[in-house]
């Protein structure tokens, strides 16, 4: 069964500071995981994505992600919060090896919000 | 670049109403998803098409069917619109590998069932 848990639902930081976007998945596999990006009014696009390769993945916009098998988790962060990462953030695990999409898991999303 | 284009931004049904919505891709992506996006609950899938005439079921298909007679269109249907079915829609395709290639996202139909 493979699940994934974005621990906090707002996330509220300081422009010029770092942000931390947790999430935690359950794979009985090997997964690949994912985190895409949703400003308001538009379609999700992606930031970036583990695939079994480095554990350090670097995305675009200054984000970057590290893949914790042993704590289960696929952190998202930035050193340095800009205005316009303004958006809601969604952590997807997915199970290769199976034909079917329906083990791609959306996780519920953070809402990250930028004080000036 | 990728572009994915859903049919309108927002559309307004009544209850009973037959509801299409339709998704256009213009980089010959095999697969093709159709999400439901509602707060709180991140995207679920509905239905997933990966060849021309081939479509899977998701988590949630009750209430839904899909149409795919060309490679760069997939089509959403509502038989009958409910209200519990006012919902934004997400429109997705990726090119080969379900797993591990890059979904890419039409901007969303926002539907609203009276």
């Known amino acids: 069964a493979q699940s994934v848990t974005q621990l906090d639902s707002h996330v509220s930081v300081s422009e010029g500071t770092p942000v931390l976007l947790r999430c935690n998945y359950s794979?009985?596999?090997?997964?690949?995981l994912f985190w895409y990006v949703q400003h308001p009014n538009k379609g999700l696009q992606l930031l970036l994505k583990?695939?079994?390769?480095?554990?350090l993945v670097k995305g675009i916009n200054g984000f970057e992600a590290e893949f914790k098998k042993s704590e289960t988790s696929f952190h998202l962060t930035k050193p340095s919060a800009h205005m316009s990462d303004a958006a809601e953030y969604f952590c997807?695990?997915?199970?290769?090896?199976?034909?079917?999409?329906?083990?791609?898991?959306f996780g519920s999303g953070t809402r990250l919000s930028i004080r000036p | 670049d990728v572009k994915v284009t859903q049919s309108s931004r927002y559309l307004v049904k009544r209850t009973g109403e037959k509801v299409f919505l339709e998704c256009v891709q213009d980089?010959?992506?095999?697969?093709m998803f159709w999400y439901r996006q509602d707060p709180g609950l991140g995207l679920r899938l509905i239905y997933f098409?990966?060849?021309?005439?081939?479509?899977e079921k998701g988590d949630i298909p009750e209430g839904y069917s899909v149409s795919r007679e060309k490679k760069e269109r997939f089509s959403l249907i509502l038989e009958s619109a409910s209200t519990n079915q006012t919902s934004m829609y997400l429109c997705?395709?990726?090119?080969?590998?379900?797993?591990?290639?890059?979904?890419?996202f039409g901007p969303g139909t926002r539907l609203t069932v009276l």
């Open positions: 794979s009985s596999y090997s997964p690949s």
């Open positions: 980089m010959d992506h095999e697969n």
């Open positions: 997807v695990v997915s199970a290769p090896g199976y034909s079917s999409a329906s083990k791609i898991i």
């Open positions: 098409s990966y060849d021309v005439k081939m479509k």
């Open positions: 583990y695939t079994s390769a480095a554990t």
């Open positions: 997705a395709s990726s090119f080969g590998r379900v797993h591990t290639d890059t979904q890419y």
